[in-house]
């Protein structure tokens, strides 16, 4: 009789350690499988990143630009060759009436596109970039801050 007990109770255990490694295995593989994380929650290894918007551009007609947007109402700026600094205090739209410029985002936009803007483009530039204004050749342009 003794004998019987020792095998059910070595086999009752046996059961249980069993069942114990297969709970361990399924909770293991269940909270170690990878998942995407929730808004606002980062996973390990990974960086936060916050794209942002890039600078839109668009070939366009001054005869189109005024039938879409009336272009000729904006006021008008103007500059010589140099290169400066800007940042945008509103979403800007500017038609380039003449010249060039190469606009290289910069600071917390330097993952967003360089653009090369001339006369002819409609350009739109996103609301708090900052950037470098490369004049190649002297612009004037109709502008307006939305």
């Not at 070595?10 to 909770?27: D, E, R, W």
């Not at 001339?118 to 004049?135: S, Y």
Request: aromatic letters at 10%.
């Amino acid at each position: 009789i003794r004998n019987r007990q020792v095998r059910r109770s070595g086999l009752a255990t046996l059961v249980v350690l069993a069942a114990g490694l297969l709970v361990f295995n399924v909770t293991f593989v269940a909270t170690s499988t990878p998942k995407a994380p929730g808004p606002g929650q980062l996973t390990r290894g990974t960086v936060a990143r916050h794209f942002k918007p890039s600078i839109q551009v668009e070939k366009m007609s001054k005869e189109e630009a005024n039938k879409k947007l009336g272009v000729s109402s904006w006021p008008t700026w103007g500059c010589d060759v140099s290169k400066f600094d800007w940042a945008y205090s509103g979403t800007e739209t500017a038609y380039i009436l003449e010249g060039e410029v190469t606009v290289t985002p910069t600071g917390e936009w330097a993952d967003v596109e360089s653009a090369e803007i001339k006369a002819g483009d409609l350009a739109t530039f996103p609301d708090g970039m900052t950037c470098v204004w490369d004049v190649k050749k002297p612009i004037n342009k109709h502008y307006n801050f939305n």
